[in-house]
């Protein structure tokens, strides 16, 4: 057994964020944890690996354990080798002690036993191929393999290839993956996969990606809340069983909650009239066997009392209702536009980085989309998606090519790494409320003349943040729920054309079936550039823009 969590609680200042977790991963298992964002799915990988102290309970652990956050961060002046060398440092040390023990040892009085252990580890890890393991990793993954590249040159999807290559080379007993589908091509998915099917320990992954539940886990932990108040294990693999199996569940609580809130209606009813018999105006005449019937009203009332502690003592609680995606109605057309003109017209794109690298350059290539138009953007990591995008929305200037757009068309973008400060970039951005941010946004757009104020959105009635959500600071939301306020930050002008580079990421797996739907009904234009396969196949009728 490699880990074993009972009981296990974790809170943050004010914050409950965790309760009842009760899980088992062993060589073979390949747990799979889902989740709304905000339910505490990384919070979770951290007390698995032992970074976060439990309020209560306790986690069990044996072996190794290596785990991939969703966002490494870069020090000043650390390199890819760096990185590379810290990670494989003890497989490293391992094979040199197991090379001198075996060099040093005596036939005639060495100690045999103490050698095989050390044999035996070396050989469960393979620890002399570490480095071969490691460039194999980077290169399937296309990271970066500059040793003396520094890390804070390079981007965040970038950087997580480079970590997560790292970690699947270390060959830990138990592997950690948070989101390990965000950066990832095709290729990069297929080795990925591949590698976590065949890992020799055990593997708990949170991820929102449909195809890879499908492909990698065999049981799904859920965090959502339960009718039990604990989170929920389906044992049986696959999404769709998943799915359904959580569904029937949903179903069971709720009808649980409308018979015992139907009972409790009809007890309190009984209760007002017991009461009603003991007012004086219910009471008989002199005469009548007063006091026998005061009697009886008691009686009443007291069994009703009973009744009603009774179900208070064995009612469930409301299921709170998840959050479900109210997309806005958005707009096709302003008046007086021409349904046949494009919103946005883009070609011969050419973009240019600041030291006179080319990211882009697409000659002789129109991208042109209309009022209610569809677009799906694909090709490999490097290809140029995000800056053809950014390019497309206005967002990045070009150095060769032209882009015209329909006058006073309001675009909502969502970027590949969001907009959303984590604390660091921003300080003063991040300490904001969400409503706070919300509201400095639309300001913004007014002074710009790019929002019209009978057509904002309110963020509150989008259904990707709660209220409560929405009054904390910015910096204490998790990734995923940062990622779903760059959403709101998209849709608060209500845009006639909205650009997504990979609107999946970090997202939960009911937040990414609701806005694939969306996608499909809404009237706005709509561009997409993901990896995310099932995203992919469900937006497959819609013309695509192959980058590969």
């Given at each position: 057994?490699?880990?074993?969590?009972?009981?296990?609680?974790?809170?943050?200042?004010?914050?409950?964020?965790?309760?009842?977790?009760?899980?088992?991963?062993?060589?073979?298992?390949?747990?799979?944890?889902?989740?709304?964002?905000?339910?505490?799915?990384?919070?979770?990988?951290?007390?698995?690996?032992?970074?976060?102290?439990?309020?209560?309970?306790?986690?069990?652990?044996?072996?190794?354990?290596?785990?991939?956050?969703?966002?490494?961060?870069?020090?000043?002046?650390?390199?890819?080798?760096?990185?590379?060398?810290?990670?494989?440092?003890?497989?490293?040390?391992?094979?040199?002690?197991?090379?001198?023990?075996?060099?040093?040892?005596?036939?005639?009085?060495?100690?045999?036993?103490?050698?095989?252990?050390?044999?035996?580890?070396?050989?469960?890890?393979?620890?002399?191929?570490?480095?071969?393991?490691?460039?194999?990793?980077?290169?399937?993954?296309?990271?970066?393999?500059?040793?003396?590249?520094?890390?804070?040159?390079?981007?965040?999807?970038?950087?997580?290839?480079?970590?997560?290559?790292?970690?699947?080379?270390?060959?830990?007993?138990?592997?950690?993956?948070?989101?390990?589908?965000?950066?990832?091509?095709?290729?990069?998915?297929?080795?990925?996969?591949?590698?976590?099917?065949?890992?020799?320990?055990?593997?708990?992954?949170?991820?929102?990606?449909?195809?890879?539940?499908?492909?990698?886990?065999?049981?799904?932990?859920?965090?959502?809340?339960?009718?039990?108040?604990?989170?929920?294990?389906?044992?049986?693999?696959?999404?769709?069983?998943?799915?359904?199996?959580?569904?029937?569940?949903?179903?069971?609580?709720?009808?649980?909650?409308?018979?015992?809130?139907?009972?409790?209606?009809?007890?309190?009813?009984?209760?007002?009239?017991?009461?009603?018999?003991?007012?004086?105006?219910?009471?008989?005449?002199?005469?009548?066997?007063?006091?026998?019937?005061?009697?009886?009203?008691?009686?009443?009332?007291?069994?009703?009392?009973?009744?009603?502690?009774?179900?208070?003592?064995?009612?469930?609680?409301?299921?709170?209702?998840?959050?479900?995606?109210?997309?806005?109605?958005?707009?096709?057309?302003?008046?007086?536009?021409?349904?046949?003109?494009?919103?946005?017209?883009?070609?011969?794109?050419?973009?240019?980085?600041?030291?006179?690298?080319?990211?882009?350059?697409?000659?002789?290539?129109?991208?042109?989309?209309?009022?209610?138009?569809?677009?799906?953007?694909?090709?490999?990591n490097g290809t140029g998606k995000s800056t053809l995008l950014g390019a497309f929305a206005g967002t990045l200037p070009l150095a060769r090519g032209t882009r015209t757009s329909s006058e006073g068309v309001r675009i909502g973008v969502v970027g590949q790494e969001g907009r959303v400060p984590d604390g660091g970039a921003d300080?003063?951005?991040?300490?904001?409320?969400?409503?706070?941010?919300?509201?400095?946004?639309?300001?913004?757009?007014?002074?710009?003349?790019?929002?019209?104020?009978?057509?904002?959105?309110?963020?509150?009635?989008?259904?990707?943040?709660?209220?409560?959500?929405?009054?904390?600071?910015?910096?204490?939301?998790?990734?995923?729920?940062?990622?779903?306020?760059?959403?709101?930050?998209?849709?608060?002008h209500a845009p006639h054309l909205l650009v997504l580079d990979e609107p999946t990421n970090h997202l939960s797996v009911d937040l990414v079936d609701a806005l694939t739907i969306a996608f499909e009904r809404t009237s706005a234009a709509v561009v997409v550039a993901t990896h995310d396969r099932r995203m992919r196949a469900d937006?497959?009728?819609?013309?695509?823009?192959?980058?590969?």
């Amino acid at each position: 057994m490699h880990l074993v969590a009972t009981d296990l609680a974790f809170a943050y200042p004010g914050r409950p964020v965790l309760a009842g977790v009760d899980l088992r991963v062993s060589a073979g298992v390949r747990l799979g944890v889902v989740g709304e964002n905000g339910s505490g799915k990384s919070t979770l990988l951290h007390l698995l690996a032992g970074d976060l102290v439990p309020s209560s309970g306790e986690v069990r652990r044996t072996g190794s354990v290596g785990m991939v956050e969703q966002e490494l961060t870069a020090p000043p002046g650390v390199t890819v080798g760096d990185l590379v060398d810290a990670t494989l440092a003890d497989l490293r040390r391992l094979a040199a002690d197991l090379e001198a023990a075996a060099a040093a040892f005596d036939h005639e009085s060495g100690d045999l036993a103490e050698l095989s252990t050390l044999l035996s580890r070396a050989e469960h890890l393979a620890a002399w191929d570490a480095d071969r393991r490691v460039d194999e990793a980077l290169t399937r993954l296309g990271a970066v393999r500059d040793r003396d590249r520094a890390l804070e040159t390079l981007s965040v999807g970038q950087r997580y290839r480079v970590r997560l290559a790292c970690r699947l080379a270390e060959r830990a007993d138990l592997l950690l993956l948070d989101e390990p589908t965000n950066h990832l091509d095709d290729s990069g998915l297929d080795y990925l996969t591949e590698t976590v099917v065949g890992w020799h320990g055990g593997v708990v992954l949170v991820t929102h990606d449909r195809e890879l539940i499908d492909d990698v886990v065999t049981a799904v932990y859920d965090l959502d809340p339960s009718m039990d108040g604990v989170p929920v294990l389906y044992g049986q693999p696959g999404y769709l069983s998943y799915r359904f199996a959580k569904n029937q569940a949903l179903q069971r609580w709720k009808q649980r909650y409308r018979t015992e809130q139907q009972r409790a209606d009809e007890l309190a009813f009984r209760l007002d009239r017991s009461y009603e018999g003991l007012s004086d105006e219910w009471r008989p005449p002199k005469g009548s066997q007063k006091h026998r019937r005061g009697t009886r009203a008691r009686i009443h009332v007291k069994a009703a009392d009973r009744l009603v502690e009774k179900l208070k003592a064995e009612a469930v609680d409301v299921p709170p209702p998840p959050l479900e995606l109210a997309f806005p109605d958005l707009p096709a057309l302003s008046p007086g536009w021409d349904p046949a003109e494009p919103l946005v017209d883009l070609r011969s794109p050419r973009v240019e980085s600041p030291d006179g690298g080319v990211r882009l350059d697409l000659p002789g290539t129109r991208l042109a989309v209309p009022p209610s138009g569809r677009l799906l953007v694909v090709g490999p990591n490097g290809t140029g998606k995000s800056t053809l995008l950014g390019a497309f929305a206005g967002t990045l200037p070009l150095a060769r090519g032209t882009r015209t757009s329909s006058e006073g068309v309001r675009i909502g973008v969502v970027g590949q790494e969001g907009r959303v400060p984590d604390g660091g970039a921003d300080a003063r951005r991040s300490s904001e409320s969400g409503f706070d941010a919300y509201a400095a946004e639309a300001l913004a757009l007014l002074d710009r003349g790019e929002l019209d104020p009978e057509h904002l959105v309110p963020v509150a009635a989008l259904g990707l943040l709660t209220e409560e959500e929405l009054d904390r600071p910015l910096r204490e939301l998790s990734v995923g729920q940062r990622r779903r306020f760059d959403i709101a930050l998209a849709l608060l002008h209500a845009p006639h054309l909205l650009v997504l580079d990979e609107p999946t990421n970090h997202l939960s797996v009911d937040l990414v079936d609701a806005l694939t739907i969306a996608f499909e009904r809404t009237s706005a234009a709509v561009v997409v550039a993901t990896h995310d396969r099932r995203m992919r196949a469900d937006l497959a009728a819609w013309p695509v823009l192959d980058l590969g």
